[in-house]
């Protein structure tokens, strides 16, 4: 349980840090501690840290950059994974994923060595 | 006298020389005489023909390669899957009046021995797989690691390439301590020290591959005793094999039982002892009077029928933690699994009953905790916790259980459904096709007796239904030495040829083994064989990323080690450099056009094989793939 606990943790704070997220706090200045609230409710984002952290990390997939349709083919390769998933929810998590991680998202920059 | 006996059966004095030596002895003449009388009549009766092949023990007099050949249709071995050993030139001579014993030559090592091993699993009958010294047995031992994880007793023989004289010398191709090199991945591992032992050491290897839990052999000799003339007997495999079938502590049973009659939601895993004891039907019947919903970890074969509503599915990672439903389990029951530990966490947490059945004693107490060790056969295990869980059933019981089983079926239903919508994927119709769409494709096609050899890493067989009892089966490549599937298929096609025998293979994986397609076409095993080809290793690029996420592999394309393209790789050559006809398909249209033709070579009882191309999916891939800039034509001073 506490490493799940630990994965969950981990994604969560990666989908905080999302790259349209990261991509602002770089060109913009600090914000103040109390501006830099917790996004926004997603039941997109909500679903993926529910549903992918059943299995795995976000590290196989977080630098995938694709457009909704793209990512609804990747879910649904999960699906024939084992993942019990419906087409409401794959929809959902595209929507999602397509905008966080679409074509045009920043990529996460490399983490110094 | 024993000396001049056994020279005179051994034929190295004539009967002259011997009644001579007999009389220096001290020996009359009449008494010389009656002895060599008996002598003959039973040298004659140890030569002697079939009417005494039957007998448990007879005495053997030839060729140490005689005596291997003997020995091996005594433990009942049909095949010899073997590569070419002019060293064991005896033995080859031996099979030419011994047709029950058949040697399949294979053009490699590796498929070799995956199509011996392939051929046990399928028959769950003795055979052996032989090669050339030293430098074949190299070849070999990536399939002898396979199964020594999967627990197949396949018995393995190579020559030492030195005669006895002149061992040691460091000569060609001979390692020292040849035996050695096998030893972590076999169960017995030894070197016969004369040709007289030829005998008893095959019959060690086959008693100790077959007694459970079972696993590899491995025997050699120096090549000249197999040329070298010896007596030996010759054992019946029904007179030294151990028959080791234990049952479970009658104790731990009873209170296995008390535990699961008591649980609120009782699951059972089950693996592979269940398949080899052929005890299905038990399982099913215990899944059945507890309403317990049934899983499996990863194992070699699928061991309860997936279209039960009390199967939920396999567990799709490495603990239980990652399966869906039911997520209040309170006992869990192992039946056979070898419960594989990949990851730092049990599979069975701590604060769970757990319940653990096999005869794979030595895993069992490792990583989890038990709280009743069932060790036994799991055919006489279950027989007797079902006994067991039937004398504690009240109608109390019996009500929670058949309301327990309404439960899970609601489960089961809902999932089977969730996992028919694989079909609704957008790229379900493209060109390329997606991999998930060629394994549905082929599900459609298969027998519902089918046997599909899995060795495609990136894929699961969704949508097959797997039901070893009567339905299609699946033969997974469990041990994860690549290079087995289209030898595993070779074997298994050889021993059930009356059932269709499918091969899913990723282009990664036929490529470390693709020669068995020759013995398909040697040999008319009728096998079907598809390969995903997406000209890349998928599954090791995927986790190549997933251990340097937002890396500069990432951040380049730089990947060195995921990409088989530039050239494509023609799968439809290489079948047909082997004698196998093919074709190579890109859309679901051409696929469903190309299994029809495989079914029609397939009846003619030609192999075929279907080179699907298959879309790279995953973070790195691109159009125009990298690849690191290395040209040897750029290095040349002189065109040659």
């Known amino acids: 349980m506490r490493q799940l606990l630990a994965v969950f943790s981990l994604i969560l704070a990666i989908l905080t840090l999302s790259p349209a997220l990261l991509s602002a706090q770089e060109s913009a200045p600090k914000a103040a501690p109390q501006e830099s609230a917790a996004p926004a409710p997603n039941p997109g984002r909500e679903l993926v840290l529910a549903k992918c952290g059943q299995c795995h990390t976000d590290s196989m997939w977080r630098d995938q950059r694709q457009d909704a349709r793209a990512w609804e083919a990747t879910l649904y390769r999960m699906v024939g994974r084992g993942a019990l998933w419906t087409g409401e929810d794959i929809k959902t998590m595209a929507a999602f994923l397509g905008t966080d991680f679409g074509p045009s998202s920043p990529r996460i920059k490399p983490a110094a060595r | ?640």
Not at chain 2, 321 to 343: A, F, R, T
Request: charged residues 20%; hydrophobic residues 40%.
């Open chain 2, 1 to 640: 006298m024993r000396d001049l006996v056994q020279k005179y059966l051994s034929k190295t004095i004539s009967r002259r020389g011997f009644v001579d030596n007999m009389t220096k002895a001290g020996m009359t003449i009449a008494s010389a005489e009656s002895v060599l009388s008996s002598l003959t009549s039973s040298a004659e009766a140890q030569t002697a023909p079939t009417s005494t092949q039957d007998a448990p023990v007879k005495q053997f007099q030839g060729t140490g390669g005689a005596c291997f050949a003997e020995q091996l249709i005594a433990c009942g071995v049909k095949y010899v899957f073997g590569n070419s050993a002019s060293e064991d030139a005896q033995f080859y001579e031996a099979l030419v009046d011994r047709p029950q014993l058949q040697y399949v030559l294979t053009p490699h090592e590796g498929p070799g021995a995956a199509m011996a091993a392939g051929y046990i699993k399928a028959s769950q009958e003795p055979s052996i797989v032989m090669q050339a010294g030293a430098v074949g047995l190299m070849n070999a031992m990536g399939q002898v690691f396979n199964a020594y994880k999967e627990q197949t007793p396949l018995v393995v023989y190579s020559y030492r390439t030195d005669q006895a004289h002149r061992a040691g010398r460091d000569g060609f191709e001979e390692i020292a301590n040849q035996e050695q090199v096998l030893q972590p991945l076999t169960k017995y591992s030894w070197m016969a020290r004369d040709a007289s032992m030829i005998a008893e050491t095959t019959r060690h290897a086959f008693k100790t591959a077959w007694t459970p839990p079972n696993g590899p052999a491995y025997l050699t000799w120096h090549s000249n005793y197999t040329e070298d003339r010896t007596r030996t007997e010759i054992i019946q495999q029904s007179h030294f094999d151990t028959r080791m079938r234990v049952r479970p502590n009658p104790t731990e049973i009873e209170r296995a039982a008390k535990l699961l009659v008591e649980a609120k939601m009782p699951l059972l895993i089950v693996g592979d002892e269940i398949y080899k004891a052929k005890a299905v039907g038990k399982a099913v019947k215990l899944a059945e009077m507890l309403g317990m919903p049934v899983t499996q970890m990863r194992q070699l074969w699928a061991n309860f029928p997936e279209p039960h509503p009390l199967w939920v599915g396999n567990v799709p990672a490495g603990t239980l933690s990652s399966i869906s439903w039911p997520k209040n389990y309170d006992v869990v029951i192992n039946v056979g699994n070898k419960m594989q530990h990949s990851g730092v966490n049990p599979i069975v947490p701590h604060n769970v009953k757990f319940i653990d059945m096999r005869i794979d004693y030595n895993n069992m107490g490792k990583v989890m905790t038990t709280d009743a060790p069932l060790v036994g056969d799991v055919g006489l295990g279950l027989d007797d916790l079902i006994a067991a869980v039937e004398q504690l059933m009240t109608a109390n019981l019996r009500e929670q259980a058949a309301d327990r089983a309404i439960e899970v079926k609601k489960f089961t239903d809902r999932a089977r459904q969730l996992r028919a919508g694989i079909i609704n994927s957008p790229e379900w119709n493209n060109s390329p096709l997606i991999a998930d769409r060629v394994t549905w494709e082929v599900a459609q096609w298969a027998d519902q007796d089918a046997i599909v050899i899995h060795e495609a890493g990136a894929n699961v067989m969704h949508s097959f239904n797997f039901n070893p009892v009567g339905g299609r089966e699946l033969f997974f490549y469990y041990g994860g030495h690549l290079g087995s599937g289209v030898g595993t298929s070779a074997g298994v096609k050889l021993a059930r040829p009356n059932q269709q025998v499918i091969c899913m293979v990723g282009d990664g994986s036929f490529l470390f083994g693709p020669h068995a397609l020759w013995n398909m076409a040697r040999l008319e095993l009728a096998v079907t064989t598809v390969v995903y080809n997406n000209h890349a290793y998928g599954g090791p690029q995927s986790r190549t990323v997933a251990n340097v996420p937002s890396g500069r592999m990432v951040e380049t394309g730089h990947f060195v080690n995921g990409y088989l393209g530039n050239p494509d790789i023609s799968m439809v050559a290489i079948a047909s450099g082997f004698g196998v006809k093919g074709e190579a398909v890109t859309n679901p249209a051409e696929l469903k056009a190309a299994l029809g033709r495989a079914r029609a070579a397939n009846i003619e009882g030609k192999p075929y094989l279907i080179d699907a191309q298959v879309a790279r999916r995953g973070v790195g891939w691109s159009d125009a793939q990298w690849i690191p800039p290395i040209k040897g034509s750029s290095m040349r001073t002189k065109k040659v």
